[in-house]
C-alpha cells in the first residue's frame, strides 16, 4: 500500500508563509518512479492544479495562479515532496493534497495516490 502523509497547513496571514511536506511510504513504492503534484481544492470549487515535477526534479511545472510564489521540490532521499508558499493571498485557502502519478501534466486523472488533504487558511 502507498501512504501520502501531509504536514505543515494551518492559518497564516495575508502576505505570510507556510511550507507543506507530503511523506511518502509503500513497501514496493519507489518514490523518484514517479511525478509529484500538488493540487488544492476550496469550498464549493472543484480540485484544481497547483504544481508538479518531475521524478528526479528537472521539470517543473506551476499553475498561473501561484506562479512566482509557490516553491516545490523533492527530497527522493528522504520520500518527501515539498511546497513552499510564500506571499500567500486570502485565495490561497484550500485543502492542499500531494499525489503521484505515472503521467506529466496537470490532470489529476494521472496521478494515481493521493494525500490525506491538509487545511491551508490564510486570513486578509
Known amino acids: 500500500q502507498v501512504q501520502l502523509v501531509e504536514s505543515g497547513g494551518g492559518l497564516v496571514q495575508a502576505g505570510g508563509s507556510l511550507r507543506l511536506s507530503c511523506a511518502a511510504s509503500?513497501?514496493?513504492?519507489?518514490?523518484?518512479?514517479?511525478?509529484m503534484g500538488w493540487f488544492r481544492q476550496a469550498p464549493g470549487k472543484e480540485r484544481e492544479f497547483a504544481a508538479a515535477i518531475s521524478q528526479s526534479g528537472s521539470m517543473i511545472y506551476y499553475a498561473d495562479s501561484v506562479k512566482g510564489r509557490f516553491t516545490i521540490s523533492r527530497d527522493n532521499a528522504k520520500n518527501t515532496l515539498y511546497l513552499q508558499m510564500n506571499s500567500l493571498k486570502p485565495e490561497d485557502t484550500a485543502v492542499y493534497y500531494c499525489?503521484?502519478?505515472?503521467?506529466?501534466?496537470?490532470?489529476?486523472?494521472?496521478?494515481?495516490?493521493w494525500g490525506q488533504g491538509t487545511q491551508v487558511t490564510v486570513s486578509s
Open positions: 509503500g513497501r514496493t513504492f519507489i518514490f523518484g518512479s514517479y511525478v
Open positions: 499525489a503521484a502519478g505515472r503521467r506529466w501534466g496537470s490532470l489529476a486523472q494521472y496521478y494515481d495516490y
